[in-house]
């Protein structure tokens, strides 16, 4: 599927970091969506998945139960109705909702509830799934270890796969129309009480649940659209 409206400014920041976290605000690509994939916000759940937030093993790793009933409902996975031009298949973010979409088709779509950048690291515009990985390392830029000394020793090395890292149990790799790399991820987090906030350092986190879910229906390739709406 060929990428319209592709995100400009990311050839002038691709050196700034490796590892899928943000860039400054400043550098940020301009907001370009489509007002057509831009649906009302979905109140009705049609089918919800609060069981599906237990123990679970995946990989060899033992993920913990999520305490659900303490993550507002608006946040919990679900199909909800949701009219969209967008082909089936699309992902669509709103981070000013806090929910990424999968059209589902028949005007139905996979919600879920979702961390977003904070201030000064949100972005927005229109990419696909390159790649994607099961457990994945964590490689943090050089200009996050200068805000954040104590993860200085994980920017070569990188953070083995597990229960404490920051990219939980799944990533998927945003790159633009061009072939490059975002730097943005949607991706996984042990920090289940961070959804529905504004509280990552630019990429897309779901609760680890979620984001093995997603993972499971996104194929890497231009047939999986991205549009990232603020």
């Known amino acids: 599927m060929r990428i319209r409206n592709a995100m400009t400014a990311l050839g002038l920041v691709a050196t700034l970091a490796a590892a899928g976290y943000a860039i400054p605000a400043a550098a940020k690509p301009s907001a370009i969506a489509n007002p057509a994939t831009i649906a009302a916000p979905a109140t009705d759940a049609l089918k919800t998945f609060d069981s599906d937030y237990g123990v679970t093993s995946d990989n060899g790793f033992q993920l913990p139960a999520i305490p659900i009933q303490k993550v507002k409902p608006q946040f919990r996975r679900q199909i909800v109705s949701y009219?969209?031009?967008?082909?089936?298949?699309?992902?669509?973010?709103?981070?000013?909702?806090?929910?990424?979409?999968?059209i589902l088709g028949n005007g139905e779509a996979m919600r879920y509830g979702i961390g977003v950048g904070k201030q000064g690291f949100a972005w927005s515009g229109t990419a696909y799934v390159a790649w994607k990985q099961e457990w994945p390392s964590w490689h943090p830029p050089k200009e996050m270890a200068v805000r954040r000394p104590e993860i200085a020793k994980y920017v070569d090395g990188g953070m083995n796969p597990g229960l404490s890292n920051p990219l939980g149990a799944r990533a998927m790799y945003l790159y633009n129309d061009k072939g490059q790399d975002t730097l943005f991820r949607l991706h996984g987090t042990p920090e289940w009480a961070s959804i529905g906030t504004a509280a990552s350092s630019g990429c897309i986190r779901l609760m680890n649940q979620d984001v093995i879910d997603l993972y499971s229906r996104v194929l890497p390739g231009h047939s999986t659209k991205v549009v990232v709406i603020q």
Do not use: F, M, P
């Open 83 to 102: 009219k969209s031009d967008e082909a089936e298949g699309t992902i669509i973010v709103n981070t000013r909702e806090r929910h990424l979409y999968y």
